[in-house]
């Protein structure tokens, strides 16, 4: 984030202790937590891992889902998750979010799985740096600095591919268009970094539930990632980005409110930009 822009929406143990707290969903027996003090570069911090018993045919299967703190200390095993097309939870700025690459097919087909979301609906990507953007996006026609006046920050801003996008014509096929984030989150912008991609992004919830501001919120869907990433109780509230249509010259149009629509439409017209009322 640059500090200098001139307006910023986002300033913004030996021994095992187990805690047991059983509860069943969807025929999925949850027990708990299991604490592990592990040593990182920095010193302690815990680790937890989060084990579910699936039954199946009458037997039962375990399986551990690894729920890191969201620190650069396990960013590198986040990236390589990406890396191998899997699925991760992340906090960001705002909520809970799914990620995976964005130009892998097959990890773009789970996020929609995990969700039960219809293929019609599209996934926005993040990119670690504004100046990433460029490379999915058409820019060229946005005021000077506009988008380092929006992000990093709370916002989706929706751009036209262009035909010198580089992302995969299988993500939202058949729209010319594509919501991107630069979250003022650093954990997640650093994995977008290493991955040496975009990512696909959306939030950690079925489709048509309450978004996530908390990683108990969705911890029926743990199983289904390989990592899981605590970053506590997100403050934004369950809101998410403003999401702004920029594909036209010189036009903006608010298609979601979000956490941060009037600071978002007040540099939009500092820069000239005038409200598309058309309905198209």
């Given at each position: 984030m640059n500090a200098t822009a001139p307006t910023k929406i986002a300033q913004t143990l030996p021994y095992f202790?187990?805690?047991f707290h059983p509860s069943r969903a969807e025929g999925v027996e949850k027990i708990g937590f299991l604490n592990l003090w592990t040593r990182s570069r920095r010193g302690f911090s815990v680790k937890k891992m989060a084990w579910s018993l699936e039954k199946s045919d009458g037997n039962v299967d375990t399986k551990v889902v690894s729920v890191s703190p969201a620190t650069e200390d396990y960013a590198k095993e986040a990236i390589e998750a990406i890396k191998a097309g899997k699925v991760i939870a992340v906090p960001t700025d705002t909520l809970y979010g799914f990620a995976c690459d964005a130009c892998s097919a097959e990890a773009v087909n789970r996020i929609y799985e995990i969700k039960g979301r219809k293929h019609t609906s599209p996934l926005a990507i993040c990119v670690g740096d504004i100046h990433d953007i460029q490379r999915y996006a058409m820019t060229d026609h946005l005021p000077h600095g506009l988008l380092d006046c929006l992000l990093p920050g709370p916002v989706t801003v929706v751009l036209r591919r262009g035909e010198s996008s580089i992302l995969e014509k299988s993500l939202?096929?058949?729209?010319?268009?594509?919501?991107?984030?630069?979250?003022?989150y650093n954990f997640i912008r650093v994995i977008a970094r290493g991955s040496r991609s975009a990512l696909a992004l959306t939030s950690a919830n079925l489709s048509g539930q309450p978004?996530?501001?908390?990683i108990k919120d969705f911890e029926n869907l743990w199983e289904h990632c390989a990592y899981v990433y605590d970053g506590g109780i997100l403050p934004a509230g369950r809101a998410g980005s403003t999401v702004v249509d920029l594909t036209k010259l010189g036009k903006y149009k608010i298609l979601r409110p979000g956490s941060a629509k009037e600071e978002t439409v007040a540099i939009l017209e500092r820069h000239s930009l005038l409200e598309d009322g058309t309905g198209d």
């Open positions: 202790t187990s805690l939202n096929p058949g729209l010319e268009s594509i919501g991107v984030r630069v979250p003022d978004s996530s501001i908390n």
